[in-house]
C-alpha cells in the first residue's frame, strides 16, 4: 500500500458514521429460515449521500434496519459513533434512534388530525437541540404549507412533511426506505430535492434505498446488495442533480 492511501484510509477512518461487519440475519418463522443477510460488510462515512440498490428480497431493508436500530443482526457487529448496536440495550437503541437517526418510509406515516407544522412539532417537542418546525419545513420547500393537513397535500408534499419531520431534531443520519416509491417521477424528484437539500444544508448522512437505478446518479456512493451479500460498491464522482434525473 502507498503512504498516500494509508492516509487516505486514516482520513476515511475518523470520518466512519456507521461500521458494520459480518451481518448476518436469519428469520425464523417455525420450521422456515429465510436468510436475509449472508456476511454484509459496510462503512458509511460521515456527510455522504448513499443509493442501496438491488432487487426485491435482497436485504436492503434487513439491513438499514439494523443500520437503524430498529431490528438486531442474528450475528455480526456494527457500531456507530462508539455505540456497539448489537450489544447495545433496549434503552441505549432507544436513545440511538432518538437522537441520531431520522426515517423516511414509502408510506409517510403522518397523522391525519394535525398540521404539516404540529406533525413536525410532534418530534422536535421531544429532540434535545431541534430546529424550529417552521425551518425544516421550509428547508423542504414547503413553507406555504404549515397548517394544511395532510389530507390537503400532495403525496410528494406530505412524503416532504415526513422529511421535514425527520430531520427536524437534526439528526447525524438519516435513513430512507423507498423515500419515492409511491410518488411519480416530477413528484418523486422533488421529494429527492429535499433529501439532497438536508444532506447538503445539515450534512447529514443520507441512505436511501431505491427500486430506481436512475437515482443512484445522484448519489456519492453506490450500494448494490444480491441475495443478502453486497454484489458491488461504487464511488460517483458525477454525481448529478434530481432534477436532472428522469425516469
Ligand atoms: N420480519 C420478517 N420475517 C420473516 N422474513 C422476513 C422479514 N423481513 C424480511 N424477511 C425476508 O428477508 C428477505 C429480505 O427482505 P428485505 O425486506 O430486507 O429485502 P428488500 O431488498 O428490502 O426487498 P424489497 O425491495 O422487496 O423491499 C426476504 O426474503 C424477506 O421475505
Not at 418463522?29 to 436468510?35: H, L, N
Not at 434496519?65 to 456494527?78: A, H, K, S
Not at 430531520?167 to 416530477?186: F, H, M
Not at 445539515?202 to 456512493?221: C, F, P, S, Y
Request: glycine share 8%; charged share 25%; net charge negative.
Amino acid at each position: 500500500m502507498h503512504s498516500s492511501d494509508q492516509d487516505n484510509d486514516a482520513t476515511r477512518d475518523e470520518h466512519i458514521v456507521f461500521h458494520a461487519r459480518g451481518l448476518t440475519k436469519v428469520y425464523r418463522m417455525g420450521e422456515v429460515e429465510v436468510i436475509a443477510l449472508r456476511g454484509v460488510d459496510l462503512d458509511l462515512f460521515r456527510g455522504e449521500f448513499v443509493v442501496l440498490l438491488g432487487p426485491s428480497g435482497s436485504g436492503k431493508s434487513t439491513l438499514l434496519n439494523i443500520l437503524g436500530g430498529l431490528d438486531r443482526p442474528t450475528e455480526g457487529t456494527v457500531l456507530c459513533r462508539g455505540l456497539d448496536l448489537v450489544q447495545a440495550t433496549e434503552r441505549e437503541l432507544t436513545r440511538f434512534r432518538r437522537r441520531v437517526v431520522g426515517f423516511v418510509f414509502q408510506f409517510y406515516n403522518l397523522i391525519p388530525s394535525l398540521t404539516a407544522r404540529e406533525n413536525v412539532a410532534i418530534v422536535t417537542e421531544i429532540s434535545e437541540n431541534p430546529m424550529a418546525p417552521e425551518q425544516a419545513l421550509e428547508l423542504v420547500g414547503l413553507s406555504k404549507r404549515h397548517d394544511h393537513f395532510p389530507a390537503q397535500l400532495s403525496g410528494g408534499e406530505q412524503q416532504r412533511v415526513a422529511i421535514a419531520r425527520a430531520i427536524a431534531k437534526r439528526p447525524e443520519v438519516l435513513l430512507c426506505d423507498e423515500p419515492t416509491g409511491a410518488l411519480d417521477s416530477a413528484t418523486g424528484i422533488s421529494v429527492l430535492e429535499a433529501l439532497q437539500r438536508a444532506n447538503h444544508d445539515l450534512g447529514t448522512t443520507t441512505a436511501v434505498i431505491t427500486h430506481n437505478a436512475d437515482i443512484a446518479r445522484m448519489a456519492d456512493r453506490v450500494v448494490t446488495l444480491s441475495d443478502g451479500r453486497i454484489a458491488s460498491i461504487s464511488d460517483n464522482p458525477d454525481k448529478i442533480a434530481p432534477r436532472e434525473l428522469f425516469w
